[in-house]
């Protein structure tokens, strides 16, 4: 069972930058490649960027490309999402999320993330 702590959210003016950080509990982190998503309220959970096991191979969402960088530590079992150039619409409680996986390389599909963190809110003020 693998545990997840987001942390990092907060209110920030558009334009602004937050980093969130999402600790892992267990000692296999590198086992797992790991994903973001968010909830904006009275929408769905959509998908914000995954990177695989090592880190060598990441993916975004078209609506934060360019703006959001994912990265991770297996050393200190932590995913990162750094958010530049927030905009109101941003604005959403954010979630990390853990799929088992085969390959260091492979980015899992949305069905394969089994543990999820509890989300910290973002909200992005115009």
Do not use: H
């Not at 942390?7 to 490649?33: D, H, N, P």
């Amino acid at each position: 069972q693998v545990q997840l702590v987001e942390s990092g959210g907060g209110l920030v003016q558009a334009g602004g930058s937050l980093r969130l950080s999402c600790a892992a509990s267990e000692r296999t982190f590198s086992s797992y490649a790991m994903g973001w998503f968010r909830q904006a309220p009275g929408k769905e959970r959509e998908f914000v960027a995954a990177i695989s096991r090592t880190g060598g191979t990441t993916a975004y969402a078209d609506f934060v490309k360019g703006r959001f960088t994912i990265s991770r530590d297996n050393a200190k079992n932590t995913v990162y999402l750094q958010m530049n150039s927030l905009k109101p619409e941003d604005t959403a409680v954010y979630y990390c999320a853990a799929a088992s996986v085969g390959t260091i390389v492979r980015l899992p599909t949305r069905g394969e993330y089994k543990y999820w963190g509890q989300g910290t809110q973002v909200t992005v003020s115009s």
